[in-house]
C-alpha cells in the first residue's frame, strides 16, 4: 500500500541541539501506525514538523507525494491533514457541541456579506452542521454532555471531543499526540474503539505518538521505534517488545 506521510532525511536543530538527525518515516495510508521512543527520543518535535507547526532545516515531507515541505499548520488543515494534542484545546465557554460545529471551513455565517443579506443561506448551512455535530457527538459517546460547557468536561471526555472535532472536516490523517494522558480506563476503551471505528469504517490514516503500551500494542501496526532523532527500529509491537536496543533505549544496559 502507498505511503501517505513520507518524511524524508529531516534535521531539525534548536541552536546546537540536534533533535531530529536523519529521520525517515513512512505511513501507509489507511494503517494506525505508532510512533513511540524514551523521552527526549525527538516524537513530538517529528510531530510538529509533519503538522506544520515548526519548520524543518532540511529534509522533505509529503502528504500522498505532494510536497508539503514547511506548509502552515492551517494549510494543511484544508488538505486533510490534522493532529490533537496531548492537552486538549477545547473552547471552554461553548458547549460540546458548539465547539464541533466551530470547526468546518468557510461556514456561510462568517462571511458578513451573507450574514446581512442572505440569512436563510447561513440558517439553512448551520442546520447542516448541527445535524453533523449531533451524529458526531453521538458518535464518540458524549452525546449525554452536548450542552455542557467543553470546560466542564472531564479530561476524558476533552480528548474524545478532539477526535470527534476531527470529523467535522473532511480529514485524512490524523496525528494523535498522547489522547491516552490522563484519562480513566473507561473512557480510554471509548477513544480506542472510536479510533478503529474511524480506520475502519471511514479510511482515517493515524500516526500516534503514545507512552500506553497497551493500548499502541491493541491500535498500532507497524510501530516506530525514534531514539536521539532517528529511527532505531521498525515492527509489530512483539517485535518492538523483545528488542534489545529497544529495552536498553528505555530503560538502560542494566536490565537483566
Known sequence: MAAIIDVRHVHKAFGGLKVINDCSIQV??????????????????LFNIIAGA????????????????????????????????QIAHEFSQMTALENLMMVPPAQDGENLFSAWLKPGLVRQRETKVRQRA???IEFIGLHHVRNE????????????????????T??????????????NRTLLGDLVSNIERLNRE????FLVIEHDMEM???LCDPVIVLAQGSVMVEGTIDEIRNNPEVIEAYFGSNVA
Open 54 to 85: 515548526l519548520p524543518l532545516d532540511s529534509g522533505q515531507v509529503l502528504l500522498d507525494g505532494e510536497d508539503i515541505t514547511n506548509r502552515p499548520a492551517n494549510e494543511l488543515f484544508h488538505k486533510g491533514l490534522l493532529r490533537t494534542f
Open 170 to 183: 473532511d480529514a485524512r490523517v490524523v496525528l494523535l499526540d498522547e489522547i491516552a494522558a490522563g484519562v
Open 28 to 45: 501507509e495510508q489507511g494503517s494506525i501506525t505508532g510512533l513511540i521512543g524514551p523521552n527526549g527520543a525527538g516524537k513530538s518535535t
Open 134 to 136: 449531533l451524529e458526531v
Open 216 to 218: 499502541i500494542g491493541r
Open 202 to 205: 471511514m479510511g482515517y490514516t
Open 149 to 168: 460547557l467543553a470546560g466542564n468536561l472531564s479530561g476524558g471526555q476533552k480528548k474524545l471531543l478532539e477526535l470527534g472535532r476531527t470529523m467535522m
